[in-house]
């Protein structure tokens, strides 16, 4: 059964500063998506992360994937307030395209 | 409009009720899935259908059942409801089996059984 794991579950951060979101999963999988969820709100999706070495920047964020060590990370440098959400990462597996989720990273940028 | 679209947003509903989430899509996609989420839990998979003719349970498909009346359509219901299925619940579909991308999501049905 597929795992993912993201951690930290709660990150609370100062205006400014850099972190990194952590995602770690199971089983072998040839894609991963990082998505941001505003409260009561439906999924964006931020990143698509392909292949082993990946890297994506958007903004304030960079993503990355590691294949062999099963492992994605979402850095955030010099976090702004409007950063604050719930990211999840997401791992794709199998011929029917299912979607496993992480718990999820409640971010909260403070002033 | 969008995409995915879910009605209803938001549900009330009581124990022992029927009750039917309903998703329709303008994507064109083959694949249409539901998930739930819970706070703390991330979003699981319910069901997921390839298509008309091809249901599949996922994770957590105990108490739901699903019908797809066309490409475009997919429905979950709860045929009586509890109170532990109060949850946020996104149908979403894929177009990866087409050689696309990824996924687009509703906005999300809200239900609470009381």
């Known amino acids: 059964e597929l795992k993912v794991e993201q951690n930290p579950l709660f990150l609370s951060m100062q205006e400014g500063k850099n972190y990194t979101i952590y995602c770690n999963y199971s089983?072998?999988?040839?894609?991963l998506y990082w998505y941001r969820q505003d409260p009561g709100k439906s999924l964006e999706s931020l990143f698509v992360?392909?292949?082993?070495?990946a890297v994506k920047q958007e903004g304030r964020l960079m993503a990355s994937l590691d294949t062999k060590a099963r492992l994605s990370t979402l850095h955030i440098t010099a976090a702004v307030h409007d950063l604050s959400a719930t990211y999840f990462c997401?791992?794709?597996?199998?011929?029917?395209?299912?979607?496993?989720f992480g718990t999820g990273t409640r971010l909260q940028v403070t002033l | 409009d969008a995409d995915v679209t879910q009605t209803p947003r938001n549900r009330i509903t009581k124990t022992g009720k029927r009750i039917m989430l309903e998703c329709s899509q303008t994507k064109g996609h083959d694949r249409m899935y539901w998930y739930r989420q819970d706070p703390g839990l991330g979003l699981r998979l319910i069901y997921y259908?390839?298509?008309?003719?091809?249901?599949n349970k996922g994770e957590i498909s105990d108490g739901y059942s699903v019908s797809r009346q066309a490409q475009a359509k997919f429905s979950l219901s709860l045929e009586s409801a509890i109170p532990n299925q109060t949850a946020l619940y996104f149908c979403?579909?894929?177009?990866?089996?087409?050689?696309?991308?990824?996924?687009?999501f509703g906005s999300g049905t809200r239900l609470t059984v009381v």
């Open positions: 992360l392909l292949s082993n070495g």
């Open positions: 089983t072998t999988s040839d894609r």
């Open positions: 997401a791992v794709v597996t199998g011929t029917a395209s299912k979607l496993t």
């Open positions: 979403a579909t894929s177009d990866l089996a087409a050689g696309g991308s990824g996924y687009t």
């Open positions: 259908s390839f298509d008309v003719k091809d249901i």
